[in-house]
């Protein structure tokens, strides 16, 4: 059996996000909102995607935007953009922060994101020390 065979029909990433879509859009419906509408299209733009990705002649680019890596170097690559979007996350964090508690109640819901992105970035940043 060949190791292409072997794998799944998507990215573990990408089965938990069209899956949290396409829940979102099954539950939105049942709560008759139209916004089920456009959870549906994100779940089903992903999967499609995702899937187009996955074609044997897919361009690097392709994969690592689709989160559908086929070895260590989109993985890489994959990291080091994921790194920016880190960086640009916390900073936007920051902002939506500062704004919130400007201008709503809600401004917990805002403490709480950024506590758990800088969670996580300080997990992966040791994480990414021992490694070397």
Known sequence: ?????????????????????????????????????????LGVGGLLAALYARRVGARDITRINAIEYRDERDRTLAREGFAVVGAVALGL???????????TDYYWIVCVQLIILCVAWGVANSIAVRKG
Request: charged share 10%.
């Open 93 to 103: 964090t920051v902002l939506e922060l500062v704004l919130a508690v400007a201008l």
């Open 1 to 41: 059996m060949s190791k292409s065979s072997k794998r799944l029909p998507l990215s573990i990433t990408n089965i938990v996000l069209v899956s949290t879509f396409l829940a979102g859009a099954v539950v939105t419906a049942i709560l008759h909102s139209w916004l089920a509408a456009p959870l549906a299209a």
